[in-house]
Structures are given as structure tokens and as C-alpha cells.
């Protein structure tokens, strides 16, 4: 008998919100969290502007002492894993060591702890290398993030992190699934985290001129995923998380099921460094294999959640994967991107999407697209521009598309109708 995985507990720290349900208001009604730079001046760059997560409280998850030796990611990470748990109704606390060894870490990140790695070379390269914490070398191996979380709830199955660029946090809960499918584990906590928001990674974005320099002076219009004045993405940070579970072992303990990972497929332009081949072929063939794996077909599928990061590029070439995976039942089928209100996360988009489709099942409720209007005509598909919609959701398909010429998506499907 093949072992179903599904999803029962949700955890979001985001730029539109704290908290699954915060974050689901707000993306619902079309609510950007895009503001100025807070985090370091910025004066001297030609972006100014990211989706940061305000009023991060870390107090809970990362003890007074260690602040100092850990990222804004780790806390962000914390909290949104505490959230899902919480929401699953898994209370590890109370649980047996074998138990515990039944439940896995599999984190979705770009760059990890980043941003206070960046901070340390600062330290030390000015002089002032008494301030460097000791922790610099293990807080900059991106493996230990997934650590940090299982330290933090006692989780003693296997904790791993998956780095793939933007494509990342997809990577892990389809392998996350993969691996609960095959039997070799029960339970997984399993996301994305990010936080890339700093002065060299703004930087260097810059230089590569793929930031949005056109609208520092109006930040809440400022990422327009398939717009015509579109110009560049905007940088973002979050965490979003997930418990993953064989469907029996959810049922039997009576868990809400949100939904089930009913496919997973990944593919690689084998291309370029930054760029995509401009044909969409690969995209459209990973959404193809998910599809696949999930034994349905495109006239199935009821919404699909976009990579659309507001890049000239990536917008025009998504809609062409759309078109080439979907056939003619692209101009009919719905679809939105989540950047439009959060900033592009880096490794932990497609977390994030996972979470708005789960969501949006739940609800049935189509998320918008914000900032769309003025469609650019090589994008002419249904975005969903700027107001929500009510339709009833059974199958989600989730996109995403990274450097180095990545291309992931999953399948979500309702599980026994109503849940």
C-alpha cells in the first residue's frame, strides 16, 4: 500500500504578518508588507526598499545570552516551527525519545544565517575583531540551521538542510515527502527560512541590476509581478513551516488534515548561472512530472500559485511554461504571485506559496496578485489582478524557479473533500 503524506500544521513569520492567520488576512485582501530599508541605511544603494519582517519578537526561541551569536533567521525559523507544531497539535515536549526519533528536519534556505555571517567579516575587517562571535564558523555552515530547530524542540530523526537557491523550500518538502512515502520516517517539520536583507546581498543584487530602482519612493507598489512597469524584484525575508505526516498516522490521532503533497517534480535548464533558457520547456516539464506523480491531469488542477518575481525575464518566461505545461487551459486557469505583497524570500518562496495555497484550499479563496495594473501583453494569462475571488480549490499547483537554472513544483490536493 502506498503511504500518503499530508500536511497538519502550519507556521508563518512573514513580511504581511506574523502568524499563519495574520499572513493569510493580510494575503488575502491583498496586503503588501513591502516598506523602506530598516535594517541599515541604504542611502547608497540604487533599492532601497524589502519585505521585512517587523516586530520580530525572538525572546521565546533564542535565549538572551546567544543573540548575539545567531541570524534573524534562527528566530524567524523558531517561531514559525513552533507555530505548526502547535497548530498539528504534536506536543513534543511530551513525547518519548523514540517518538522524537521519528520526526525529521528538512529546512529550505538560499543563504541560511547569511546576514550575520556578512556582519562578522564587517566586524572583522574594521578592526574590531574582538566583537566577532565565536559561533561565526558554524553559524555560516547553512547545515546548521536545520540544528538549531531540532536542538530547539528535541527533534532526533534527521536534520538536514536543502540549499537549491529559490527553488530551495520546494526541494525540501518534495523530498521531505519522499521520503515519508518511501517509510523511512513518520513525521517531518519541514519549510524555508531566509534572510537575505543585508548591505552586501542588497548590493550585489543591485549590481546585477534585477532589484526594482523605480519605485524606492512608493515601496507598497513596488513589486508588480506581470506588470508592464515592472523594472525588478523586490528582496524579502520570512519563515514558513509545515508538519508533514503519513496520512493513517494523521487520522488516527485525529489530526485537521490541511491537505495532501500529492506531487512533486524538479527539472534543470542545465543553462546559465542567472539566467533561464528562454524557451519555458523545463519549468513546464517539472510542473508536468508533478502532475505525473500525482496521478491528475491539467484540466484538474483549480489554482496555481506563481513563481512571478517582477523580473522582465521571469514573468514573460513563466507564462510560457504555464502555456506549454497547461495547453489551452492556460487562459482559463487562475493564478497569482505571493511577491507581489512579501518581496521575493529567496529559498523560502516556495514555503511560502505552499502556505497561501493551503490556505486558499482551506478558505476557497483565490489570493490576488497586487500592483497588476498595467498587464505587460507577453503576460495574458489570469492572475488573479489586485482583488481575491471566491472558487472552490480540491488541487493547487505550486511553481517556483531558481538560479543556476532550477525549476521545482508540487502538487496540493484536498484530502476527502472538506477537511
Same mark, same amino acid.
Given at each position: 500500500?502506498?503511504?500518503?503524506?499530508?500536511?497538519?500544521?502550519?507556521?508563518?513569520?512573514?513580511? &504581511?504578518?506574523? @502568524?499563519?492567520?495574520?499572513?493569510?488576512?493580510?494575503? !488575502?485582501?491583498? +496586503? #503588501?508588507? %513591502?516598506?523602506?530599508?530598516? =535594517?541599515?541605511?541604504?542611502?547608497?544603494?540604487?533599492?532601497?526598499?524589502?519585505?521585512?519582517?517587523? &516586530?520580530?519578537? @525572538?525572546?521565546?526561541?533564542?535565549?538572551?545570552?546567544? !543573540?548575539?551569536? +545567531? #541570524?534573524? %533567521?534562527?528566530?524567524?525559523? =523558531?517561531?514559525?516551527?513552533?507555530?505548526?507544531?502547535?497548530?498539528?497539535?504534536?506536543?513534543?515536549?511530551?513525547?518519548?525519545?523514540?517518538?522524537?526519533?521519528q520526526i525529521g528536519v528538512m529546512l529550505g534556505t538560499g543563504g541560511g544565517?547569511?546576514?550575520?555571517?556578512?556582519?562578522?567579516?564587517?566586524?572583522?575587517?574594521?578592526?574590531?575583531?574582538?566583537?566577532?562571535?565565536?559561533?561565526?564558523?558554524?553559524?555560516?555552515?547553512?547545515?546548521?540551521?536545520?540544528?538549531?530547530?531540532?536542538?530547539?524542540?528535541g527533534l532526533r530523526g534527521l536534520s538536514h538542510v536543502v540549499s537549491t537557491?529559490?527553488?530551495?523550500?520546494?526541494?525540501?518538502?518534495?523530498?521531505?515527502?519522499?521520503?515519508?512515502?518511501?517509510?523511512?520516517?513518520?513525521?517531518f517539520l519541514v519549510g524555508g527560512a531566509d534572510a537575505p536583507i543585508a548591505?552586501?546581498?542588497?548590493?550585489?543584487?543591485?549590481?546585477?541590476?534585477?532589484?526594482?530602482?523605480?519605485?524606492?519612493?512608493?515601496?507598497?507598489?513596488?513589486?508588480?509581478?506581470?506588470?508592464?512597469?515592472?523594472?525588478?524584484?523586490?528582496?524579502?525575508?520570512?519563515?514558513?513551516?509545515?508538519?508533514?505526516?503519513?496520512?493513517?498516522?494523521?487520522?488516527?490521532?485525529?489530526?485537521?488534515?490541511?491537505?495532501?503533497?500529492?506531487?512533486?517534480?524538479?527539472?534543470?535548464?542545465?543553462?546559465?548561472?542567472?539566467?533561464?533558457?528562454?524557451?519555458?520547456?523545463?519549468?513546464?516539464?517539472?510542473?508536468?512530472?508533478?502532475?505525473?506523480?500525482?496521478?491528475?491531469?491539467?484540466?484538474?488542477?483549480?489554482?496555481?500559485?506563481?513563481?512571478?518575481?517582477?523580473?522582465?525575464?521571469?514573468?514573460?518566461?513563466?507564462?510560457?511554461?504555464?502555456?506549454?505545461?497547461?495547453?489551452?487551459?492556460?487562459?482559463?486557469?487562475?493564478?497569482?504571485?505571493?511577491?507581489?505583497?512579501?518581496?521575493?524570500?529567496?529559498?523560502?518562496?516556495?514555503?511560502?506559496?505552499?502556505?497561501?495555497?493551503?490556505?486558499?484550499?482551506?478558505?476557497?479563496?483565490?489570493?490576488?496578485?497586487?500592483?497588476?495594473?498595467?498587464?505587460?501583453?507577453?503576460?495574458?494569462?489570469?492572475?488573479?489582478?489586485?482583488?481575491?475571488?471566491?472558487?472552490?480549490?480540491?488541487?493547487?499547483?505550486?511553481?517556483?524557479?531558481?538560479?543556476?537554472?532550477?525549476?521545482?513544483?508540487?502538487?496540493?490536493?484536498?484530502?476527502?473533500?472538506?477537511?
Amino acid at each position: 500500500m502506498v503511504r500518503r503524506v499530508v500536511i497538519t500544521g502550519i507556521g508563518a513569520v512573514s513580511p &504581511n504578518g506574523m @502568524g499563519r492567520e495574520t499572513f493569510w488576512d493580510n494575503t !488575502r485582501k491583498g +496586503v #503588501s508588507g %513591502v516598506d523602506t530599508i530598516s =535594517l541599515f541605511d541604504s542611502s547608497h544603494l540604487s533599492a532601497r526598499i524589502a519585505g521585512e519582517v517587523k &516586530n520580530l519578537d @525572538g525572546d521565546g526561541f533564542v535565549k538572551y545570552k546567544d !543573540r548575539p551569536h +545567531v #541570524s534573524r %533567521v534562527v528566530p524567524m525559523a =523558531l517561531a514559525a516551527s513552533d507555530e505548526a507544531l502547535r497548530d498539528a497539535d504534536l506536543n513534543v515536549d511530551s513525547m518519548a525519545k523514540e517518538e522524537k526519533q521519528q520526526i525529521g528536519v528538512m529546512l529550505g534556505t538560499g543563504g541560511g544565517s547569511v546576514e550575520f555571517t556578512e556582519e562578522m567579516y564587517r566586524l572583522y575587517y574594521t578592526g574590531q575583531s574582538k566583537r566577532v562571535s565565536v559561533y561565526t564558523i558554524p553559524s555560516s555552515t547553512i547545515g546548521t540551521l536545520a540544528s538549531e530547530i531540532s536542538m530547539r524542540f528535541g527533534l532526533r530523526g534527521l536534520s538536514h538542510v536543502v540549499s537549491t537557491g529559490c527553488t530551495s523550500s520546494t526541494d525540501a518538502l518534495g523530498h521531505a515527502a519522499l521520503m515519508i512515502r518511501s517509510g523511512m520516517i513518520d513525521r517531518f517539520l519541514v519549510g524555508g527560512a531566509d534572510a537575505p536583507i543585508a548591505p552586501l546581498i542588497m548590493g550585489a543584487f543591485c549590481l546585477m541590476r534585477i532589484l526594482t530602482s523605480s519605485w524606492n519612493h512608493d515601496p507598497k507598489r513596488a513589486s508588480r509581478p506581470f506588470s508592464q512597469s515592472r523594472d525588478g524584484f523586490v528582496l524579502g525575508e520570512g519563515a514558513w513551516m509545515f508538519v508533514l505526516e503519513e496520512l493513517q498516522l494523521a487520522r488516527a490521532r485525529g489530526a485537521r488534515i490541511y491537505g495532501e503533497v500529492a506531487g512533486y517534480g524538479s527539472t534543470c535548464d542545465a543553462y546559465h548561472r542567472v539566467r533561464m533558457d528562454e524557451s519555458g520547456e523545463e519549468p513546464a516539464r517539472a510542473m508536468s512530472l508533478a502532475l505525473k506523480e500525482a496521478h491528475l491531469t491539467t484540466r484538474e488542477v483549480d489554482y496555481i500559485n506563481l513563481h512571478g518575481t517582477s523580473t522582465l525575464l521571469n514573468d514573460r518566461i513563466e507564462t510560457r511554461a504555464v502555456k506549454l505545461c497547461f495547453g489551452d487551459r492556460a487562459s482559463t486557469l487562475p493564478g497569482s504571485s505571493l511577491k507581489s505583497m512579501i518581496g521575493h524570500p529567496q529559498g523560502a518562496c516556495g514555503a511560502a506559496g505552499v502556505a497561501a495555497s493551503l490556505l486558499a484550499m482551506r478558505d476557497d479563496v483565490l489570493p490576488p496578485t497586487i500592483n497588476l495594473d498595467d498587464p505587460d501583453s507577453e503576460c495574458d494569462l489570469d492572475y488573479i489582478p489586485d482583488v481575491g475571488r471566491r472558487k472552490e480549490i480540491n488541487v493547487a499547483l505550486c511553481n517556483c524557479i531558481a538560479f543556476g537554472s532550477k525549476n521545482s513544483a508540487l502538487v496540493l490536493k484536498r484530502v476527502n473533500g472538506k477537511n
